[in-house]
């Protein structure tokens, strides 16, 4: 059973960096979309982007200016940088899976609480 | 971008009742790219229904989901405790942003 987990820092300055990273186990990077959602303390879900295996990458317009994505396939891991961090970025950040384009995110991590302060 | 909106925001019901779950679209879903996932308190979402009525892999068959377009219902037919959750669709089909209702909450 494919499984993901993500890993970073909990506690993040505002205008600072995040970088977050998510192990990929029990299964290849090969061939699939990799994406990471947040969600934020009401609940709301929201989809920052996703990578490709082999490295392209698609990023939600409202993020794009401040997101990048990478992907190490021989490492079986992927990351997430987001930058200019305010109080509003402050969410439990998951990364999941999707088959492809017109497939949903089928496995999904458990998840990692980010929070924005000084 | 695709707006979904979700009803009611809270579902109530006893164990063996039928549970209806709306999900609204501001346009059109392509290719009935639609997926529902509950989530539990303090876990991630998991994925119940794809294509809008296809479930997926060991999903009780109580869960079902319908729809096309911009109207999208997911039903429990009978619902049970372990369902209290809250649910979200989301679309994946049109061009992004990937985007999610806003969730319903049941409370069994």
């Known amino acids: 059973q494919v499984q993901l987990q993500e890993s970073g820092p909990g506690l993040v300055r505002p205008s600072e960096i995040l970088s977050l990273s998510c192990a990929i186990s029990n299964g290849s990077v090969s061939s699939y979309y990799w994406n990471w959602i947040r969600q934020s303390a009401g609940g709301a879900l929201e989809w920052i982007g996703r990578?490709?295996?082999?490295?392209?990458?698609t990023y939600n317009p409202s993020l794009e200016s401040r997101v990048s994505m990478s992907i190490d396939t021989s490492q079986n891991h992927f990351s997430l940088r987001l930058s200019s961090l305010t109080a509003a970025d402050t969410a439990v950040y998951f990364c999941?899976?999707?088959?492809?384009?017109?497939?949903?995110?089928?496995?999904w991590g458990q998840g990692t609480m980010v929070t924005v302060s000084s | 971008e695709t707006v979904l909106t979700q009803s009611p925001g809270t579902l109530s019901l006893s164990p063996g009742e039928r549970a209806t779950l709306s999900c609204r679209s501001s346009q059109s879903v392509t290719g009935r790219y639609l997926a529902w996932y509950q989530q539990r308190p303090g876990q991630a979402p998991r994925l119940l229904i794809h294509f809008a009525s296809s479930r997926a892999t060991g999903i009780p068959d109580r869960f079902s989901g319908g729809g096309s377009g911009t109207e999208f219902t997911l039903t429990i037919s009978r619902v049970e405790p372990e369902d209290s959750a809250i649910y979200y669709c989301?679309?994946?089909?049109?061009?992004?942003?990937?985007?999610f209702g806003g969730g319903t909450k049941v409370e069994i």
């Open positions: 989301q679309q994946y089909g049109n061009s992004p942003p990937l985007t």
């Open positions: 999941a899976r999707s088959p492809s384009q017109t497939r949903p995110f089928d496995i």
């Open positions: 990578i490709y295996s082999s490295g392209s990458t």
